[in-house]
């Protein structure tokens, strides 16, 4: 590939200065053949431009190559061995281990080092933790990829917060963080503002406070909800107080289903006022699933008074959420709503819900196709088939 460059480029060359000293002194040459010249010229060092940074590009690809691959035949089978060990070794013990020196590495080589000891970790179940640190501690991992929190690239310092998190270090500088969480970059911003929950102690919720951000994306959300499960059950505040404190849709459905998913129990009734008081159905339907998924019965028959006023695709969440509570005194109403549900999928819905309610649900079905109705007959026939 060099030998093939190196020719070319000589064979350009040469005609280059060829038509440098035809232009500058044949002055009988036509004006088009002086156009058509100019423009071979133009393209041919365009073209010598696109080559050079061919072969540049292919060799850095190619030594970045050798040099993963070399990382990953040195240290792979190592990282296995470290973090399978049930054993608590020191830190010289570690480096000995593994035959580093101080400062052998480079920040490209660090990086790949990162993403090689993260991904033997995900192939053991039950890793040791403590060696897993003396790892991170051996390669100088945590001051490195600090580091680069502070380097002016948004893309350097996202990947920076990242694996910080991925290696679950906290506890860090909040001095770098702050001035990431009022970045321009948005996702920068917000990914910074995430990564608060779990990378300092100091005050790591103080953005749910100031109402975070608006409009989070569906990364946002596994990413904050990633930093919320690595802290503590016992260190995290009720979130409801940050639902009543935000005004964005998106943040105040991520906080009901935050509620679910630490079961924090002891905001329900709280929640149930919050849903009376919303208008916007997205967040009247989370409430709802939290409400069904951690069974707060006390709120039953209230939702069947409040029903019939509801939309369709409000009701359906409606059902599913008496269909959780299990209280058994629901079936009237699934009975009810399915004669008085307009379309086919509410009555499909409601169909699946009578049938896993109870154990009479199978007679009430049965009862139901055996109806006069023609419609009701021909969609209860559908649900046995399909359901």
């Known amino acids: 590939m060099l030998d093939f460059a190196a020719d070319t480029f000589k064979i350009i060359l040469s005609e280059i200065s060829s038509y440098f000293y035809d232009l500058l002194f044949d ?72 035959g580093i020196k101080p400062d052998e590495f480079n920040p490209g080589q660090l990086h790949t080092i990162t993403n090689l000891l993260l991904s033997v970790r995900e192939d053991i179940i039950n890793y040791n933790f403590h060696n897993f640190q003396l790892i991170e501690d051996a390669f100088g991992l945590r001051p490195f990829w600090e580091s680069q929190l502070s380097v002016e690239n948004p893309r350097v310092q996202s990947r920076a917060i990242q694996k910080l998190s991925a290696m679950g270090i906290s506890g860090i500088s909040e001095a770098p963080l702050n001035t990431l969480a009022y970045s321009r970059d948005k996702s920068l911003r917000r990914l910074a503002r995430s990564s608060y929950v779990f990378l300092t102690d100091n005050t790591p919720f103080r953005f749910f406070n100031e109402d975070f951000d608006h409009g989070l994306t569906s990364w946002d959300k596994i990413f904050l909800h990633d930093m919320l499960v690595k802290r503590p ?35 329900l009734p709280y929640l149930w006022e919050e849903f009376n008081k919303t208008e916007d159905e997205d967040v009247r339907k989370a409430i709802l699933d939290t409400l069904g998924d951690l069974r707060y019965a006390e709120v039953e028959e209230e939702l069947i008074q409040e029903y019939p006023t509801m939309s369709e695709s409000v009701q359906s969440h409606v059902v599913d959420a008496l269909l959780h509570f299990r209280s058994g005194r629901a079936m009237p109403f699934f009975q009810n709503a399915y004669s008085m549900a307009i379309s086919i999928d509410a009555k499909l819905h409601i169909a699946d819900a009578i049938k896993n309610y109870g154990p009479e649900g199978d007679t009430i079905l049965a009862n139901l196709k055996n109806s006069e109705d023609e419609l009701d007959r021909k969609i209860l026939q559908h649900f046995e088939l399909n359901y």
């Open 233 to 267: 059950y016992e260190r995290l505040p009720s979130f409801i107080q940050w639902y009543r404190n935000s005004n964005d849709k998106e943040m105040r459905i991520f906080l009901v289903n935050e509620i679910k998913f630490f079961n924090q129990d002891y905001a």
């Open 27 to 98: 002055n009988t040459m036509p004006l088009v053949i002086i156009i058509a010249r100019l423009f071979i010229l133009t393209f041919s060092i365009v073209y010598i431009f696109k080559l050079i940074s061919f072969v540049v590009f292919s060799e850095r690809v190619r030594r970045t190559r050798k040099s993963l691959n070399r990382i990953h035949d040195r240290f792979e089978d190592k990282f296995t061995e470290l973090l399978a060990r049930p054993d608590n070794l020191q830190i010289n013990e570690v480096q000995s281990y593994l």
